[in-house]
């Protein structure tokens, strides 16, 4: 029996032992630029919806690019819920070393910590703009069987009867939200709104079993919905059609002028020293302008359209004013 | 679990072990503060249930359940627990909390070597050859093993001197 | 006949040497890494997601497959051995896995542990191949309303299976719900019982919960001066099931299937909902149910068929509507991704070839699962003679690294210590703390879909009866918590149910 134990302790003692192998010297030293990113050490990629959504899809396409860019492991984390706000407090509360950086969309990350009913601990500074990706415009879509044909249809039937019809969001003060309001404050078409503050993939699938009327959605999330004919888009929120759903008018010809959308880019916590920074922009924005990544974006009905860290940061202090102004319409009366 | 129908005979039916009556307490303070801070956080809101719906029910369960459980000890005590003891509770914990408040001052090898060397040869009483061996492996080898070969940084002292050295 | 001769090109595909090759390597570093803390099947298959990116789409995503298999398999090794699971899905084993650890079972826990997961991801990776479409849809009937009257079943289920002590189980329950509540409220965004602490806006994390109240409160109860040592070492003749531990597990291997078959199905539901029910279905409807939590093969062999059932089966919505229904699902879309396949319908219409070579490779890694696992049962097990004080610092060893490897920060290790005191305080009140861990896990998607749903009905609670489907549910849930309380009518005699 005795022998048997040291055999066995023996045996736990030269696993660890074993494993020890592979590495030299301590790497204790404390972060430097230069050294970032340290071989080895993986970069999280935080993504506050869940896994399948747009903004989840464009990561993991970035992320082989970013590996190779940046030389190390780069592992994509979802962490969703409230729509995007945990996963916002997550990469806001992480140490500003870039080792975690996140995707960031708007409106989400600007209007949250707007709202004081939201307890958000972050604010526009606590984010350092790393590069925008894609502006993905808010579509509205209902069942393939539904009766209404055209946009006019649908919100002229919403304004008869207000909250006849459930919509789906991606969570409260979202894009969706904000397009439902804007709808709602456009025409007089009333709609309920269902918050599926886990992201998109949530709301397409209540919306693919029938659980809700309207989809409300971007453009990317109803792509291939409508090639296998399990949606019909009415009308796009922009000025433009369009290039992955060609047949589908805008609200403006339609006789509504109203836009909305997702701006999605890549930011980490504020305080990031400006070397890393420098680093982490130029591999985000080989990653997004990559001919692959691109198409592959395309093929999935997101248009890139990039921004610098800079100018992502003052595009964001500009939708920051604009949807200041719109808040009061999706929030909460007591 | 077994005990509570053996010991369902009259004459101890007087008393209910103090541990039960604590615990029945802090449930109740517990469900009634929970109670109190949801109804703050709105239970319903313009916009369709609100945050403290969910939890103002559950604080409702929280007290209502440990109401009926008092009402049941009192007609039918269960017997007291075999209890615990102390002396292991006290030094696993404290060593624990050591550990933890140690980690981010002296690295992970350090305080985790001074750890399992406590547990070892203090605690468990095994020879300092075996001690020193396990508590090494534990510590300074699960460290790199972590560091190196799975990509899990382990914390490093934040004392430079301590940090030059490789800790 | 059309399918079965696209199934056997794909296992023509697959079963290359060099991918035969890949499949064993990767079965092997996920078991690996599986038994590693701080690196559960998530992290563990990004972790060697690189080591596949170079491979041909056939073989890397086989390679996925098999880490992905392997780490979950890991992961109940270290929840049968050490009390200490490694994620969500195999957190329920611990009851009974460790139990019988300390009785000298735990070969065959593991053995039969090997042997459900194989049976649980067969069967559904059969159910993919046969039926895919139809099922598919049939996880789109349920909605947030039906989701919830899912979850509904599923307490019930554990508050009723407590028998007399159902105060104790649904207080139990309720505290469960109450911790998984901690953090920014999912749906409107206000943080709820943070006590100003920023580290609990992200809510308590679940490993370290499960760590403390299952792991260190077992240790903290152990009594220093007791006879017995902490587990009973297995000598070689029990490293295998007895024909009697093989006739018990039988059923619950097949409920534990049809568990983890039908809620994987289900887009949003996650491996660990499936385990726990299951283990919940194993209290209610098993023969021996009253030996659950005492160390019964039930309670290990249809938790561990159930989430493999369920990882297999999720494939399914991935496969067919293009949703991935769970994070690790979530990891090997991003695989499919890079090689160019969007997964969806159009998977098997545009790249039929690469579709069913990926189907057969589920099978194979299934299979390799269990050639690699049973004869390796011996060396895992091998770990409990060590003596108890080196196992019990080896355990808070492989605790700490657990729970700090969760966020990288001591303060889970704090959160493991202070569950780890709850956890010894629920166990000497006679609290069961099953419930606990399983309203856990279910909380947040309840509370979610509840509020979903009030949202569809705007604010009308009748819509969990109005719709068929819920109302069923709904009235399985109340029928499950009655039928203890009918018997309690019968005559005392009768009542004094040996387990209350």
């Known amino acids: 029996m005795k022998t048997r134990s040291r055999i066995g302790t023996a045996l736990a003692a030269a696993t660890l032992i074993a494993l020890t192998g592979c590495g030299a010297n301590a790497g204790a030293k404390t972060a430097s630029a230069d050294d970032f990113p340290k071989k080895g050490k993986s970069i999280d990629l935080v993504v506050a919806f869940s896994s399948g959504g747009a903004v989840d899809t464009a990561a993991r396409l970035m992320q082989p690019i970013l590996e190779k860019e940046l030389g190390t492991n780069v592992e994509v984390i979802n962490k969703p819920g409230a729509g995007g706000q945990i996963g916002y407090t997550q990469l806001t509360s992480a140490k500003p070393d870039g080792y975690t950086i996140g995707a960031t969309g708007s409106p989400s990350v600007v209007v949250s910590p707007l709202d004081p009913a939201r307890g958000a601990k972050y604010t526009r500074d606590t984010f350092q703009p790393l590069g925008r990706q894609v502006i993905d415009p808010t579509v509205i879509a209902v069942q393939p069987d539904s009766p209404y044909k055209t946009l006019k249809d649908l919100l002229d039937a919403a304004k008869a009867n207000p909250k006849s019809m459930t919509a789906s969001t991606t969570g409260l003060q979202t894009g969706e939200h904000f397009a439902l309001a804007q709808i709602q404050e456009g025409t007089g078409a009333e709609f309920a709104p269902v918050h599926f503050s886990e992201g998109a993939s949530q709301a397409t699938t209540a919306f693919l079993g029938k659980h809700v009327d309207i989809l409300v959605a971007n453009v990317s999330d109803v792509t291939d919905l409508t090639k296998q004919g399990k949606a019909r888009v009415l009308g796009v929120m922009t000025s433009e059609r369009a290039p992955s759903l060609p047949e589908v008018p805008t609200f403006k010809e339609s006789g509504y002028d109203l836009e909305a959308g997702t701006a999605r880019g890549y930011s980490a916590p504020a305080g990031l020293p400006e070397a890393v920074t420098k680093k982490l922009e130029a591999a985000i924005q080989k990653a997004i302008e990559d001919p692959t990544v691109k198409e592959k974006m395309s093929a999935l009905g997101l248009q890139t359209s990039y921004l610098s860290g800079d100018d992502y940061k003052q595009f964001w202090a500009g939708q920051e004013e604009d949807f200041k102004k719109v808040l009061p319409l999706v929030q909460k009366k007591d | ?167 | 006949m059309d399918t079965l001769n696209e199934l056997l090109g794909g296992f023509a595909a697959a079963m290359t040497w060099q991918n035969l090759i890949f499949a064993f390597l990767g079965c092997l570093l996920g078991t690996i890494i599986g038994v590693l803390p701080g690196v559960g099947p998530v992290a563990g298959v990004a972790l060697l997601i690189p080591l596949t990116l170079n491979l041909d789409p056939t073989g890397s995503i086989i390679m996925l497959c098999a880490i992905f298999y392997g780490t979950q398999y890991g992961g109940t090794i270290t929840s049968v051995l050490l009390n200490t699971p490694g994620e969500a899905s195999s957190a329920i084993t611990t009851i009974d896995g460790y139990a019988m650890t300390k009785l000298g079972r735990a070969g065959a826990a593991l053995t039969l542990a090997a042997v459900g997961s194989f049976v649980g991801g067969t069967v559904a990776t059969i159910g993919l191949v046969a039926a895919a479409k139809p099922l598919g849809e049939l996880g789109l009937l349920v909605g947030p309303p039906e989701f919830f009257a899912l979850m509904v079943v599923g307490i019930s289920l554990l508050v009723a299976l407590a028998g007399k002590s159902m105060v104790k189980a649904l207080i139990s329950g309720a505290l469960g719900l109450l911790i998984s509540m901690v953090g920014i409220d999912p749906v409107a965004g206000a943080p709820r019982f943070t006590f100003g602490m920023d580290r609990l806006l992200d809510g308590v994390s679940f490993v370290a919960v499960i760590v403390g109240v299952f792991g260190l409160s077992e240790i903290l109860s152990y009594r220093k001066n007791s006879k017995t040592p902490l587990v009973h070492a297995p000598g070689m003749r029990s490293l295998l099931p007895s024909r009697t531990e093989w006739r018990r597990s039988a059923p619950a291997m097949a409920r534990g299937t049809g568990v983890g078959f039908g809620l994987g199905l289900i887009p949003g539901m996650t491996g660990s909902v499936s385990s726990l029910l299951s283990y919940a279905a194993e209290k209610k409807f098993s023969r021996f149910r009253n030996e659950l939590g005492k160390g019964a093969v039930e309670g290990v062999a249809g938790p561990e068929t159930a989430n493999n059932a369920h990882a297999n089966a999720a494939l399914i919505p991935l496969f067919t509507l293009g949703i991935p229904a769970s994070p690790t699902i979530a990891v090997l879309m991003g695989a499919f991704l890079q090689q160019g396949l969007t997964p969806g319908p159009a998977l098997f219409t545009e790249h039929s070839d690469i579709a069913w070579a990926i189907i057969a490779s589920l099978f194979i890694g299934n299979v390799l699962l269990l050639l690699l696992n049973v004869p390796l049962v011996g060396l895992w097990t091998s770990i409990l003679r060590v003596p108890t004080p080196i196992l019990t610092a080896l355990i808070l060893l492989f605790m700490v690294i657990g729970a700090y490897t969760i966020n990288f920060d001591v303060f889970d290790v704090f959160v493991m210590i202070g569950f780890g005191l709850l956890g010894l305080a629920l166990r000497n009140l006679d609290i069961p703390l099953a419930p606990m861990v399983l309203t856990l896990v279910l909380g947040p998607l309840m509370e979610r879909s509840l509020r979903e749903s009030l949202e569809i009905s705007q604010g009308d609670f009748s819509i969990f009866t109005s719709r068929p489907i819920s109302a069923v549910l709904i009235g399985l849930g109340v029928l499950i918590i009655c039928s203890p309380l009918l018997k309690v009518r019968k005559p005392k005699a009768l009542t004094e149910d040996p387990e209350a």
Do not use: C
Not at chain 2, 10 to 18: K, M
């Open chain 2, 1 to 167: 679990m077994t005990t509570e129908s053996l010991m369902t005979k009259p004459e101890s039916a007087a008393r209910v072990a103090p541990s039960v009556l604590t615990g029945i307490g802090a449930f109740t303070a517990v469900g009634l503060y929970v109670l109190v801070s949801s109804a703050s956080l709105g239970l319903w809101t313009s916009l369709g249930p609100g945050p403290g719906l969910f939890p103002f029910a559950m604080g409702g369960v929280l007290v209502s359940m440990s109401a009926l459980w008092l009402v049941q000890e009192l007609r039918r005590p269960s017997a007291a627990a075999e209890g615990i003891d102390r002396g292991v509770v006290i030094s696993v914990v404290v060593s624990l909390v050591v550990l933890a408040l140690l980690m981010d001052l002296l690295g992970f090898q350090l305080s985790m070597f001074l750890f399992l060397l406590y547990h070892l040869k203090l605690r468990g009483q095994r020879t300092w050859l075996s001690s020193l061996i396990i508590a090494l492996a534990g510590s300074v080898g699960a460290f790199y093993a972590f560091n190196y070969g799975l990509n899990v940084a382990l914390p490093v002292s934040a004392f430079t001197p301590l940090n030059l050295i490789g800790f």
